[in-house]
């Protein structure tokens, strides 16, 4: 990793993080592969300007199918690592703002 920019792929927008968002003031982003918690901390404090108190990484698997007639595996899609970034009472992010 050469920037804090780099860490940061893109930020997950489902309806389970618009309620981690509103109740839990939890964001979460999509991020490179071999980020760590203390990368994901300082790129986050860093680009938003905000104080972060934990930050939870998860590795989803990839969705693989099997073929019918050759029975081979198919990856249909691929697996990414995300994390779930918890801010401090009264910190938002603007990105998330029109979501809401």
Same mark, same amino acid.
């Given at each position: 990793? @050469?920037? #804090? +920019?780099?860490?940061?792929?893109?930020?997950? &927008?489902? $309806?389970? @993080?618009? +309620? =981690?968002? /509103? %109740?839990?003031? =939890? +964001?979460?982003?999509?991020? /490179? !592969?071999?980020?760590?918690?203390? *990368?994901?901390?300082?790129?986050? $404090? @860093? #680009?938003?300007?905000?104080?972060?108190?934990?930050?939870? #990484?998860?590795?989803? !698997?990839?969705?693989?199918? %099997?073929?019918?007639? /050759?029975?081979?595996? *198919?990856?249909?899609? !691929?697996?990414?690592?995300?994390? &779930? %970034?918890?801010?401090?009472?009264?910190?938002? &992010? $603007? #990105?998330? $703002?029109?979501? =809401?």
């Amino acid at each position: 990793m @050469t920037t #804090i +920019y780099d860490v940061l792929r893109r930020p997950l &927008i489902t $309806e389970k @993080t618009n +309620y =981690q968002l /509103s %109740v839990l003031n =939890q +964001y979460v982003f999509e991020i /490179s !592969p071999d980020a760590t918690k203390a *990368m994901v901390r300082e790129a986050v $404090e @860093t #680009i938003f300007d905000v104080t972060v108190e934990r930050v939870n #990484i998860i590795r989803t !698997p990839a969705k693989r199918s %099997v073929r019918a007639r /050759s029975r081979r595996l *198919m990856v249909r899609k !691929p697996g990414i690592k995300k994390a &779930i %970034v918890t801010l401090a009472d009264g910190d938002s &992010i $603007e #990105i998330f $703002e029109g979501v =809401q």
